[in-house]
């Protein structure tokens, strides 16, 4: 095991750089192109998208280990590090987002005003649905965001740990459920709604092969249970 302060450095240097260059670029290309006047709704589509490539990201490393038969640990440091990046741009989407509309009353995406005089006051619109759901899976992400380091995996134990960075995949539904509404909602073009879905899509079914391959793996050999926490002991300290 490395120590500790180099370790930092080389996630700095292999995962770190490369992440703020890809996701810096990302975003300026996207700002850039954008049509739009307006610089804080260009700014809150250009952070919306790689928020969602990064959080796919970090739900396709897993299975991706697995499918090529490689040692899958509790937590490795890329799949943390693309985490970190996940959850940083997407709560930057979120305080962004807030701004897009309705400004100075940001409370209107989430109630109705006043004088719609509607019997239950929370939006249920299309909308309202694109705001919960984004406001959820921020929520999510924030949580998700302060558990990311060792001290919380040491502090948590690997059960505890490793049951709260599952809400990963509830962030990930919350997020495409919220994406989806809000290029429905906006009448983003087809060619963007179709990319979504496929890279949605994709997500999903790597998981889901993923999956069957752990099962199919552990009913033919139970002693890898063992064998892998005890692994995954070994990479934590």
Sequence with gaps: MLPRHVRLLDRLLRHHLPLLCLTGG??????????????????????AY????????????????????????????????VGIWAGVVGIAHSVIGQMVHLRGRPWLYYVYEHKARHVVPFRHDLFGSANFTGLGGALVLIALLATSNDYSLRALGTPRWKQLQRWNYAAFA?????????????????????SFVGCTGLTILVQAEGFRCRRLER???????LSQTRGEREHRH
């Design 174 to 194: 919350l997020a495409a459920a919220h994406t989806l509404a809000y290029q429905t909602s906006e009448k983003q073009p087809m060619p963007l709604i179709a």
């Design 26 to 47: 990302s975003i300026a290309v996207l700002d850039i192109t954008r049509p739009y006047r307006d610089p804080i709704s260009r700014a809150s589509f250009a952070t």
């Design 50 to 81: 790689p928020a969602l490539v990064l959080l796919l990201m970090t739900l396709l490393l897993g299975p991706w280990n697995v499918l090529r038969r490689k040692r899958n640990p509790v937590s490795s440091d890329l799949r943390r590090d």
């Design 219 to 225: 009913a033919a050999h139970p002693e890898l249970t």
